[in-house]
């Protein structure tokens, strides 16, 4: 089993900076080939954001977040930094472990979430 632990997430003005942090624990937490992040906006599905495969050093990121926000690993836990932040990034955002491909797609596992909100 795994136990991703998120923390971080707050309210902000848009054009701030963020940055949350998830701990990966459990019996399985070595055996993770990759760790992401996810978000759910207001009214869409839930979706991968971010994925980080340690082994490689390789991250994948969606287009919509792709130059604003990075994902990295140094010792634990696993950060993401969120820059330039706009209200259309506001959304719960999760956690997530073991990605089923090779690049950005799902997760087997997703945390319980942390909210950002961003005010105009």
């Known amino acids: 089993q795994v136990r991703l632990v998120e923390s971080g997430g707050g309210s902000v003005q848009a054009g701030e900076s963020l940055t949350l942090r998830c701990v990966v624990s459990g019996n399985d937490a070595d055996r993770m080939n990759c760790i992401g992040w996810g978000r759910q906006l207001p009214g869409k599905e839930r979706e991968g954001i971010a994925a980080l495969f340690p082994d490689s050093g390789v991250a994948y990121y969606r287009d919509s977040v792709k130059g604003r926000f990075t994902t990295y690993k140094i010792g634990e836990p696993v950060s993401l930094r969120m820059n330039n932040l706009t209200p259309e990034d506001t959304g719960m955002y999760y956690c997530?472990?073991?990605?089923?491909?090779?690049?950005?797609?799902?997760?087997?596992?997703w945390g319980q979430g942390t909210q950002v909100t961003v005010s105009p």
């Open positions: 997530t472990a073991f990605c089923y491909e090779d690049g950005l797609g799902d997760f087997a596992y």
